[in-house]
């Protein structure tokens, strides 16, 4: 994933230079090699010994350090074989230091040497970030081919809940991969996905369904597949099986839910991207009778159903869920609301993220939709192939899976 890069990552005085302890854990874990550089100021939130334990590298905090006696000016050997320049969390004074071009400590030093991608994950509070000196600096820091991650909303280190939390350390591992030019991957990672309308039978040619094609889970699964990961795709889609993908085929909620709880388990990672129908025809007043062996014939009576409420597959499997490392994922189609109603899901469901999206989506091959996690924190992404939306997805459920 990123094996052979070399990722400078720079710690300012923050609370949440805890956070970068688990983005270089991370960075690790995809085979990249970091560096950490620490303000003065950081050091007396996170002692460089953790990072330096967790990167097995010498941690920067002075330029003419012993530790650093094998590098020739070591400032422009680090920026020299830097791939990528990181700054998570960066306060307002680093941010300030950054567009003035100051070099007065060894993290703005470094910077100013590196030519290649220059990523920054501000944190800080809501009042800072919102004066007109630091959305002045943002607007120079750009200019500067800075790429600026975040912040989001939440619940800041005062108590107050507003903007300013520096992005979760998952979602900027991801940014990261992604400006290297790959993924975080899957490999060796079994995953499971759902797909298409499940169809309830009202007698042998009639059935309850919805519109869903399925394509955005086969989508999901053959990406996966190709980042490396082991995928099994429960189907009730009409699409052809996805080759070297095991595929197990169903036609209604309660088969659906058999095979997922059979291959739950084992999975990393579960998408469950079907539409599963809410209602199946039960025969008024006789619990036990099975569902009509011959076509029900029309009359001029007409016909009334009784409908009973199918098992909740989601909320069965986030009750059962116990793996700190594994994900699932859960989907919410919304005519009104979609946010909130999409928000209530994920906590109702105990869910690690939903994908909303709109009726609109149904068997077309784009969507529009929004991620949105357990914070609360909503990610929009704009139209786009359904190829391009499984890519996102899964680069989000591997960061979360691969703590």
Not at 8 to 28: D, F, N, P, T
Not at 83 to 96: E, F, H, V
Not at 291 to 305: A, C, F, Y
Not at 334 to 340: A, M, Q, S, V, W
Request: with cysteine.
């Amino acid at each position: 994933m990123l094996t052979g890069k070399t990722i400078i990552l720079g710690v300012s005085s923050s609370i949440a230079a805890y956070k970068a302890c688990e983005i270089v854990s991370r960075l690790k874990k995809l085979g990249a090699d970091v560096w950490v550089v620490m303000t003065e100021s950081a050091t007396k939130l996170v002692a460089p010994l953790t990072f330096r334990t967790l990167s097995g590298n010498s941690v920067i905090t002075d330029l003419f350090s012993e530790e650093l006696a094998k590098l020739p000016v070591p400032h422009i050997s680090l920026a020299k074989k830097a791939s990528l320049m990181l700054i998570a969390p960066a306060t307002a004074n680093t941010i300030a230091k950054l567009v003035e071009g100051k070099a007065d400590d060894p993290l703005t030093t470094i910077a100013l040497a590196i030519k290649g991608p220059k990523l920054i994950a501000p944190a800080m509070n809501s009042a800072m970030w919102q004066n007109v000196a630091t959305a002045k600096n943002i607007k120079k820091l750009k200019k500067l081919n800075w790429q600026i991650l975040g912040p989001v909303e939440g619940k800041l280190a005062c108590g107050d809940e507003d903007i300013g939390k520096m992005m979760e350390p998952a979602e900027i591992v991801v940014e990261v991969a992604r400006w290297l030019g790959g993924s975080v991957g899957l490999k060796g990672r079994q995953i499971l996905v759902t797909a298409g309308g499940t169809r309830e039978a009202i007698d042998p040619v009639r059935y309850i369904s919805n519109r869903s094609s399925g394509k955005m889970g086969y989508a999901i699964a053959i990406a996966a597949r190709e980042q490396g990961a082991e995928v099994t795709l429960i189907s009730a889609a009409k699409l052809p099986d996805p080759l070297d993908i095991k595929v197990v085929r169903v036609e209604t909620a309660d088969e659906m839910l058999k095979a997922v709880l059979k291959y739950y388990d084992e999975a990393d990672v579960v998408v469950m991207a079907a539409a599963v129908a809410d209602y199946k025809y039960q025969i008024p007043n006789n619990k036990l009778q099975t569902i009509p062996k011959s076509k029900i014939k029309k009359t001029k009576q007409g016909l009334v159903l009784s409908l009973v409420p199918t098992e909740d597959i989601l909320k069965t499997i986030g009750k059962m869920k116990g793996r700190k490392d594994k994900v699932i994922v859960g989907f919410a189609l919304e005519t009104d609301n979609l946010i909130k109603n999409a928000k209530k899901k994920l906590i109702d469901k105990n869910l690690d993220f939903i994908v909303a999206n709109q009726p609109a989506t149904f068997d077309s091959d784009q969507i529009k939709f929004s991620i949105i996690d357990k914070s609360g924190k909503v990610a929009d992404y704009p139209l786009q192939s359904k190829d391009q939306a499984a890519r996102a997805i899964l680069d989000l459920a591997a960061c979360w899976c691969c703590p």
